[in-house]
T-cell receptor
């Protein structure tokens, strides 16, 4: 069974559109994350949620809005997509509280291409 | 601010040989966690090994071990008996004990030569 899943795996869209990426984990973890990996493979955290509460909110444009309907899901919504948003987006989860000392389990990634 | 530096963008090693990937970091915190992740061509990030800063003993996972030098802020990964399946990007990562800072290095691409 897939522990952390993301949909879609690939997303190609036009500049200016709004899109969402979904993430689900079936590990019973309390904390979930979104990362962005750019074309140079640099991986940077964007958000972290613990039990639906926002814990980490790094400096990202407010066009990016995470939504956590329950602790097993953390979706990423992006408004007014720009060329620079093209990247691979990874969802991850970890057990435990927001101090997040536990190991993170990553999803397979979503490659977003903005044309 | 915390930083993580991987000074080797690419490395190659002969199959069955041993290779060491370097990672240095900078932090003013005394308690934190360090990780090595592997990213194969499939893109999925896979945890290789983890080290708690308060532990003096170096972490080991089968063929993977670390050399953690807290005073020098160094956290290198040693892969013994390299296998073709070890070919991937390897990322060093730092996490504050409070959990509010997570920083990855830029990665080292490891090639395994048959």
């Amino acid at each position: 069974d897939t522990a952390v899943s993301q949909t879609p795996k690939y997303l190609v869209t036009q500049m200016g559109n709004d899109k969402s990426i979904k993430c689900e984990q079936n590990l019973g973890h309390d904390t979930m994350y979104w990362y962005k990996q750019d074309s140079k493979k640099f991986l940077k955290i964007m958000f972290s949620y613990n039990n639906k509460e926002l814990i980490i909110n790094e400096t990202v444009p407010n066009r990016f809005s995470p939504k956590s309907p329950d602790k097993a899901h953390l979706n990423l919504h992006i408004n007014s997509l720009e060329l620079g948003d093209s990247a691979v987006y990874f969802c991850a989860s970890s057990q435990g509280d927001w101090r997040g000392t536990d190991t993170q389990y990553f999803g397979p990634g979503t490659r977003l291409t903005v044309l | 601010a915390q930083t993580v530096t991987q000074s080797q963008p690419e490395m190659s090693v002969q199959e069955a040989e041993t290779v060491t990937l370097s990672c240095t970091y900078d932090t003013s915190e005394s308690d934190y966690y360090l990780f090595w992740y592997k990213q194969p061509p499939s893109r999925q990030m896979i945890l290789v090994i983890r080290q708690e800063a308060y532990k003096q003993q170096n972490a080991t996972e089968n063929r993977f071990s670390v050399n953690f030098q807290k005073a020098a802020k160094s956290f290198s990964l040693k892969i013994s008996d390299s296998q073709l399946g070890d070919a991937a990007m390897y990322f060093c990562a730092y996490r504050s004990a409070s959990g509010d800072k997570i920083i990855f290095g830029k990665g080292t691409r490891l090639h395994i030569l048959p």
